[in-house]
């Protein structure tokens, strides 16, 4: 059986005490672990949650994003550089987490853009930071999956041709794909098609819904999703990815202005949106 997951920015991008309750109750409902965003929150506070995680029992898995200023296909060195020093202390706190995997688009700056089609420097320049931090982090235990997004949030991979395209210059076993169904509904052709195509590389998995709500609410094939997955026989985490107004610093910055649904809904039905796929398509 995969695991599931669910990703607690559905309340909030901050580490701390008030998200205790929500993964007693997310451990209740019967997931296996727990997504966190790791941004600017106090060192302390990702040692804290990793050990309530694994008092009760959940697993977990993380997501960053690099910003302007550390972004990685930078023209400027010193901006490339900062990237490598973020996504080494972001490893560090996945490991005070005990994070299995660290998600997200982290290849190149979210939401900056060139106002150009990717180059194959910037190709080579995400390339050589990647694999450098594919070596910090497996001596860290944590495996690395950057994330293909949509042409709203980042141009140097929005299909998972280019993010293969991009992890065959990475060349590291520690550095693998992320497939998000969200992004992938806005920018692939075909859903199985492109998991089938992304299956040698795959490492991670998101259950997203078009708006971004409750799994199962919108218009993505989820029947197509899990018949891929089953077919590439794919054993990694289904973890869900939604998104509310909970905390509005970082609903701001993602573009996120309305509630989609209630995170409890996502929750709940997510979760049994994930069982029944299983159980229906042998996972």
């Not at 993964?23 to 804290?48: C, N, Q, T, V």
């Not at 141009?155 to 992004?183: G, I, R, W």
């Not at 998991?195 to 199962?216: C, M, V, W, Y």
Request: contains cysteine; charged residues 20%; proline residues 4%.
């Amino acid at each position: 059986m995969n695991k599931i997951g669910f990703n607690v920015l559905a309340w909030s991008a901050e580490m701390s005490e008030e998200l205790l309750p929500v993964l007693d109750r997310l451990k209740k409902i019967g997931y296996d672990g727990a997504e966190f965003f790791i941004g600017g929150s106090p060192e302390e506070s990702f040692k804290l949650v990793g050990k309530h995680c694994a008092d009760i029992g959940l697993e977990v898995t993380a997501v960053t994003v690099m910003g302007p200023e550390q972004n990685p296909i930078s023209q400027e060195a010193k901006v490339r550089a900062a990237a490598g020093e973020q996504l080494k202390w972001v490893i560090d706190r996945a490991h005070d987490l005990n994070a299995q995997v660290l998600c997200g688009p982290y290849h190149s700056g979210f939401t900056v853009f060139a106002s150009r089609e990717p180059i194959e420097e910037e190709y080579n320049w995400s390339a050589e930071y990647l694999h450098a931090m594919g070596d910090y982090a497996q001596q860290a235990g944590v495996l690395l999956t950057p994330e293909a997004l949509n042409r709203f949030e980042c141009y140097l991979c929005n299909t998972m041709e280019q993010l293969s395209y991009l992890l065959k210059k990475v060349d590291h076993p520690n550095v693998q794909a992320m497939f998000d169904t969200h992004h992938a509904n806005i920018e692939e052709k075909s859903l199985s098609e492109s998991i089938k195509f992304i299956a040698p590389q795959l490492g991670h998995f998101h259950i997203s819904e078009n708006d971004r709500g409750t799994p199962g609410s919108g218009h993505v094939n989820f029947d197509e999703t899990f018949q891929a997955l089953a077919d590439i026989q794919y054993k990694g985490w289904l973890t869900i990815e939604g998104f509310t107004r909970n905390d509005p610093a970082f609903a701001n910055s993602i573009g996120v202005w309305r509630n989609f649904s209630e995170p409890w809904d996502m929750a709940e039905k997510g979760f049994e949106l994930i069982n029944g796929m299983g159980e229906k398509y042998g996972m």
